[in-house]
């Protein structure tokens, strides 16, 4: 609902950039039941958009049918699928209309579309926290009784401010009293600094450390998804940016988080870990033609184990080392791993390429957000068939099908036997 670190009585404008203060917001009288309808601008698209779309789905099947051939089982699917479809937006329909919240003298009820009213106590809530959902923000009123479930909004009601300061005077807000807990935590925390403004200089330097390495991990995803030029560069650059992530987590003594939740004090740098390593992945895989695997799996044993056991030692808070955690984070140097063994077997490598002939029998692109240039090539070195395989652009543009090509096959300098197209 509002920004990490921002004060208690501070949000923000969901269209602007004007701040509002939650204490000068005018409430209702206190002994009044509050009633907060889904917008009035949703309920009037809704009638408007809606309505004709449901008559369409009954009739429009009907009309198609007259007079026509289709065998009878599709003269029954199709009017039974166009009242499904009618069946589901008459359920948005009543949804946006019915659904209400309604803040009663003891407690909250809330009507949904379809179902009887859920209602929590003010003496039963524990509190709420906003989370973002896919199109709005989306409200959890957590009960005391951890047996019961959240009771669960989405926030689409009429006049959000007024509807956000009435839930800060009515629950307390549970990620803004987890963050100001975690705060003090932080600023008890001896091993940061002889004093507290020691450990809050501490605090803001790991934050603006891990901004920089965030950002810089950013411009480091699209340069080498985009334009890996020149190519070692990137690749080196894409290959550091995980170890210096986990190494930021160390050397922070904690104050930096491989994960974290998104109210929480302490910055996190799992994106400075994740994206570059996910490029490191797909550039080997886009970039580097194996011929033979059997030798690439005792290198990447041996570089996976150790970026792992790295990054499990840097990950030393305890209550950090979660199996989600440990799992995302080996996985993150599984696919790092991969692409870095990849380059150094390719980039370093000096042998003398042997040359093989072979005929490009098919070509083609495939587009997306990028395009990427196949071949397909006929037999060259074994009995394995025609392949398939990636080409650099300059590559495809120079081969027509049905004309010769030439592939290189070098050892690599990790042993690892690759091969190219010119």
Not at 34 to 39: F, L, T, W
Not at 40 to 46: A, E, P, Q, Y
Not at 238 to 245: M, T, V, Y
Request: charged share 20%; aromatic share 10%; with cysteine.
């Amino acid at each position: 609902m509002g920004r990490p670190g921002r004060p208690l009585g501070t949000w923000e404008l969901k269209s602007g950039s004007e701040p509002w203060n939650l204490a000068q917001v005018s409430l209702p009288a206190a002994d009044t039941d509050i009633v907060y309808r889904v917008s009035k601008g949703m309920r009037v698209l809704g009638v408007c958009f809606l309505s004709p779309l449901i008559a369409a789905c009954i009739v429009a099947p009907l009309w198609l049918l007259r007079g026509s051939s289709l065998d009878d089982g599709l003269r029954i699917t199709l009017p039974l699928l166009g009242i499904a479809v009618a069946a589901l937006f008459v359920y948005v329909l009543r949804s946006t209309l019915r659904s209400r919240l309604e803040f009663l003298s003891t407690g909250i009820r809330y009507t949904s579309g379809w179902g009887a009213p859920k209602e929590l106590t003010y003496d039963e809530a524990e509190g709420y926290r906003v989370r973002p959902g896919r199109n709005t923000r989306i409200l959890l009123l957590q009960p005391r009784d951890k047996a019961r479930r959240p009771l669960k909004i989405e926030l689409v009601f009429e006049r959000a401010k007024e509807l956000d300061a009435l839930l800060g005077q009515k629950f307390r807000n549970l990620d803004e009293a987890d963050l100001q807990a975690e705060v003090s935590e932080i600023l008890a925390d001896e091993t940061l600094g002889t004093s507290e403004e020691d450990r809050r200089a501490a605090l803001a330097s790991a934050k603006g450390q891990a901004r920089i390495l965030n950002a810089a991990a950013t411009g480091l995803v699209f340069w080498g998804f985009i334009y890996p030029r020149p190519y070692g560069l990137v690749m080196i650059a894409l290959a550091a940016a995980p170890i210096l992530a986990v190494g930021l987590i160390r050397w922070s003594n904690g104050l930096v988080a491989f994960d974290g939740k998104r109210t929480s004090a302490r910055p996190t740098v799992a994106y400075a870990a994740m994206g570059p390593a996910m490029v490191m992945g797909l550039r080997g895989f886009l970039d580097w033609h194996i011929l033979s695997w059997s030798a690439f799996w005792t290198p990447f044993a041996v570089f996976a184990g150790t970026m792992i056991a790295l990054g499990w030692f840097c990950v030393q808070r305890p209550e950090t080392k979660k199996l989600g955690t440990l799992a995302v984070l080996s996985f993150v140097f599984l696919v790092h791993s991969y692409g870095l063994v990849l380059f150094l077997n390719g980039e370093f490598d000096r042998s003398v390429p042997a040359i093989h002939s072979t005929v490009v029998v098919r070509r083609w692109t495939v587009s997306g957000r990028s395009t990427s240039y196949h071949f397909r090539v006929s037999p060259w070195i074994d009995d394995r068939g025609a392949r398939d395989i990636t080409v650099a652009r300059q590559v495809y543009d120079q081969h027509a099908a049905g004309s010769p090509a030439l592939i290189g096959v070098c050892k690599g300098c990790l042993a690892i036997p690759w091969f190219f197209v010119r």
